[in-house]
């Protein structure tokens, strides 16, 4: 537990990355990636804008953004709707106009479907209208009109075909159907399916035994199919006529179930198509009216048009083409649909490039619909227009340019202009999904764009839809008032009304033909936005982690949010500039992390504190009992205000040690009973205590009449000499006012010794571990327990060393008495008497002390007979004294034995 503190917080905080980085992982923050995805957008265009105004009303109309200066949207909005048509679509004739007009135009990029021919509008609603505006409605021939009708509107689609063609700067995008995942063994499945109508259809023995006899007609084509005769039954060939092609699908995975192995021989079963197709020669329109379905693929397609090119003229390809070119109106032949559908999947091939059939994580179409023939044959390229929003929130951050159409790689609006202006071919394509496309460019150079696992780049958005690029009306366009010379235009259709609205990280509702001019500005300036790798944000989850998480737990409750937050804000900023520079970094992940980090530090950071103050109440309460009954309680609540001030444990200090205790204690004890005896010396101990306490003395222990205390601990002070010494006189007077009460209590008279000694101590917990007390011990305990002994000899009450006495600066009246070595001891002490206050003089004691140190001097001189004089004359002054006569004692001894002649003068005390 005591190693917990110091790794739990970066315990906890690892905790918190990993969770962090696995919730990111599995997209559990992808929606809050997106909304600071777009925040970070939002500040970019705000100084981006601010930027903007700024150099414009300063002159400088030097560029501030990444932008293509060629781009200009051309918008076919509410005017435009209402002066050329009046109604959607608008009539070819204003899209004639257009290319027409601005034939000089670098690229004209439609965001608009043309896979429709024009009489695919609704006839009957016009034949309606005509009908109404004539004079005479009975004489109106409603079928003769319906065929003029369709052959004006196929008029207008030949001749905008005819201007496109001319101007060679249109791309007509593709329209497709349930873009998703990847399903290329469906498809080719569906392919195989129509290749046995090809075979039936191809063989007029074999269509003639199906309407007369049918069983064989199944098992011969079923052989042809490479399938068991025993496989073949009205169910497979019930769905070989299931024009829906989901009950076609599920239908053939039923067939199939539980045999893999035939159903890989029949999508594996290649090269059929042109063989089958040799025969084709040889049919007549009418076999037109049979071939339900049998121009809908495109092997078909493509077998055909090989047919055409070694024998041109004599084909069911030719004859077919021929009648849709001369009249449009033999499209409402159902089989002639699908040979215009094959047609323009023909047509389609030379525009994109194969890429095999290999599954990966491209989008996917099984439908595409390319514009009309015409059209389709004048494009500079062919693209699709889907713009994928996010599931999420439905808003457009990326962009797709390229998906998987069939065995085909289409590219997008934006892909196929940037294509189209740099010189490169589908073919000088290279994709490795999750890196890069790679662009091999006419000059020999390389142009990587960086995509993901879905051919997909993150759109770099210059600005708002009405802020950013040149916009023109395509009415005024249409009509010349203006060119678009070498402009790169995209026309778009932004009419109230119009459903190709949605949401943008900058707007909440704008139309998509500004993302494929946003992507097409990503791509031409090479401005690209790149996701940062999983090392860097895994490196910025954690670097916000630890900031967060270490500001909560090491700074003060005041800076500690400011510091988060500031770091907080100093990632967000970072994040934009660096998304400036080219790189998103991850914002969600970082600052969740970072939050939960600060929160959990804070939550432990708090427990830690409320630990901490229980642990400190406890050991306030452990010092409030350890000490109350030793200490004044001033002193205990010093303590008790900073524990910190004594170690429990042990610690060395400089103190004042105290001993007392009562002269001839046994004898007296002796003389009285047991009760008595402690009732006097109760309160004995109490009246000496109670200064001792009073001089914020720490009250060690009582040994029988003898108390044992220190000055200046626990907690260490610079006077405890001084109050030492304080204690010491006032106990002396104490028990002056003891003895009278015990005087008329009738109880022995009692007097007090006291030995004082300054010098180091250990003082801490001591004892087992049973029981503990807080006391101290040392050299420095025992000599002033000695002390207090050495008043015996000297007849004195306070005996304090003379360490003691430096440190009391002349605050007392002392005497030096002598210097001794106690027993056990080697080194000398000088000992003084302590008298009383230095202010305190009373009559005749300075003449005292004077005669007396005046002695002591003589003594130690080895003059004898000249000390024993002074001592005479001080004892003189107080003859009470007994420390002159001890010395006269001395004096008589050293005259009669006088000692070595080394000797020192210090005196061996031989008894404790």
């Known amino acids: 537990m005591k190693s917990l503190p110091k790794a739990a917080p970066f315990l906890l905080l690892g905790g918190i990355v990993l ?35 700024n150099r414009h009303q300063e002159g400088d109309e030097g560029d501030v953004s990444q932008q293509d200066k060629r781009i200009v949207f051309c918008n076919i909005d509410d005017a435009a709707l209402e002066e050329l048509g009046g109604q959607w679509p608008l009539p070819r004739k204003a899209y004639l106009d257009f290319l027409n007009h601005q034939s000089r135009a670098h690229l004209i990029l439609f965001d608009i479907l043309f896979h429709e021919y024009s009489e695919s509008v609704d006839i009957d609603r016009q034949l309606d209208e005509l009908q109404t505006s004539l004079t005479e409605p009975s004489g109106f021939k409603r079928d003769e009109a319906a065929w003029r009708i369709r052959k004006t509107l196929a008029g207008a689609d030949d001749a905008l075909a005819q201007s496109a063609a001319q101007a060679r700067n249109a791309v007509f995008p593709a329209f497709l159907w349930e873009v998703n995942a990847s399903g290329l063994a469906m498809e080719q499945l569906k392919s195989r399916i129509r290749q046995a109508h090809l075979i039936l259809l191809s063989d007029p023995s074999l269509y003639a035994k199906w309407s007369e006899r049918p069983k064989l007609a199944r098992l011969e084509l079923a052989q042809r199919l490479g399938l068991e005769t025993s496989r073949v039954d009205d169910q497979f060939m019930d769905l070989l006529e299931d024009e829906d092609e989901r009950n076609l699908l599920a239908k053939i995975e039923l067939f199939f179930q539980g045999n893999e192995e035939k159903m890989l021989n029949f999508l594996v079963d290649e090269g059929r198509d042109g063989e089958i197709l040799r025969s084709f020669s040889e049919f007549t329109p009418v076999h ?11 092997e078909t397609a493509q077998a055909l048009y090989e047919l055409h090119e070694s024998q041109p003229g004599s084909s069911l390809f030719d004859l077919a083409k021929g009648y849709l070119v001369q009249d449009r109106q033999l499209l409402s ?13 023909l047509y389609t091939q030379r525009h994109l490039r194969k890429i095999g059939s290999g599954e990966n994580g491209l989008p996917f179409s099984h439908k595409i619909y390319p514009p009309i023939l015409g059209l389709l044959e004048a494009s500079r390229g062919l693209c699709h227009v889907t713009v ?29 202009a940037l294509l189209l202006d740099l010189g490169v071919t589908m073919d000088q394509v290279h994709l490795d999904p999750g890196r890069a496309l790679t662009l091999d460019l006419p000059d020999g150079s390389r142009r990587v764009i960086p995509i993901d696992e879905s051919g997909r780049i993150y759109i770099n958005w210059q600005g ?29 259709m932004t009419a ?32 690209f936005l790149i996701p940062a790798g999983r090392a860097t944000s895994l490196g910025c989850l954690m670097g916000a982690c630890l900031f967060s998480g270490l500001s909560a737990y090491l700074l003060s409750r005041f800076w500690n949010p400011l510091s988060a937050l500031a770091g907080f804000a100093a990632y967000i900023i970072g994040s934009v500039v660096t998304m400036e520079q080219g790189v998103i970094l991850p914002v969600a992940a970082p600052l969740t992390g970072g939050l939960l980090s600060y929160l959990l530090m804070l939550a432990y950071r708090t427990w830690m504190e409320t630990l901490r103050l229980h642990q400190e109440k406890e050991r306030t309460e452990h010092l409030s009992r350890t000490f109350s009954s030793y200490l004044n309680p001033v002193v205990v609540q010093e303590i008790l205000k900073d524990p910190n001030n004594i170690k429990l444990g042990g610690q060395n200090l400089e103190a004042t040690i105290f001993f007392s205790d009562i002269a001839g204690f046994t004898s007296i004890a002796e003389t009285l009973s047991t009760a008595r005896l402690v009732a006097l010396l109760n309160m004995y101990l109490t009246e000496m205590s109670v200064e001792i306490l009073r001089h914020d003395g720490f009250l060690d222990k009582y040994i029988g009449d003898c108390i ?80 207090e002994g050495v008043n015996k000899v000297y007849g004195t009450g306070i005996i304090i060393s003379e360490t003691t006495a430096r440190l009391t600066e002349g605050r007392f009246r002392t005497r030096r008495l002598d ?3 106690v027993r056990g001891k080697k080194e000398a002490y000088d000992i003084l008497e302590l008298r009383g206050m230095a202010d305190e003089i009373p009559d005749g004691e300075k003449q005292f002390l004077e005669r007396f140190h005046e002695g002591l001097d003589r003594f130690r001189d080895r003059d004898w007979p000249l000390a024993a004089q002074h001592f005479h004359a001080a004892f003189a002054l107080q003859p009470t004294d007994a420390t002159c006569l001890l010395y006269l004692e001395r004096c008589r001894e050293n005259t009669d034995r006088p000692p070595e002649a080394n000797w020192d003068g210090v005196h061996e005390i031989r008894s404790k």
């Not at 802020?467 to 070498?486: C, D, V």
């Not at 907690?715 to 009460?741: E, M, W």
């Not at 101590?761 to 029981?771: A, D, F, Q, T, Y």
């Open 288 to 298: 037109l009216k049979r071939a339900r379905g049998l121009m809908q693929s495109r």
């Open 333 to 345: 032949d159902p089989s002639l649909r699908h040979l215009d559908k094959a047609l323009r999947d």
């Open 19 to 53: 969770l962090t980085y696995g919730a990111a992982r599995w997209g559990w923050l992808t929606r809050l990636e997106n909304v600071t995805y777009d925040i970070r957008f939002a500040i970019k265009d705000y100084f981006s804008l601010t930027a903007l105004l």
């Open 708 to 787: 044992m205390a220190g000055f200046g601990i626990p907690i260490a002070t610079s006077n405890h000499a001084v109050q030492a010494c304080l204690a010491a006189l006032a106990n002396q007077r104490r028990a002056a006012g003891l003895r009278q009460k015990f005087h008329l209590m009738k109880a022995p008279e009692i007097h007090v010794r006291i030995g004082i000694h300054t010098g180091p101590v250990i003082c801490g917990n001591m004892g087992s571990e049973k029981r503990l007390d807080y006391t101290m011990v040392g050299d420095s305990v025992n000599l002033a327990s000695r002390l």
């Open 388 to 416: 994928t929003p996010d599931p999420l929130d439905g808003k457009v951050r990326q962009y797709n340019l390229v998906i998987q159409a069939g065995d085909r790689l289409l590219p997008s609006l934006a892909l196929s």
């Open 819 to 821: 210097r001794i070595r």
């Open 496 to 527: 109230t009304g119009t459903q190709d609205l949605n949401p943008t990280p900058l707007e909440a509702r704008v139309p998509m033909v500004i993302s494929h001019a946003n992507a097409f500005n990503t791509l031409s300036t090479q401005n």
């Open 464 to 492: 708002r839809w009405k802020s950013t690029y040149r916009h023109t009306s395509f009415a005024e366009a249409s009509r010349g008032k203006f060119s678009l010379h070498a402009k790169i235009v995209f026309v778009g």
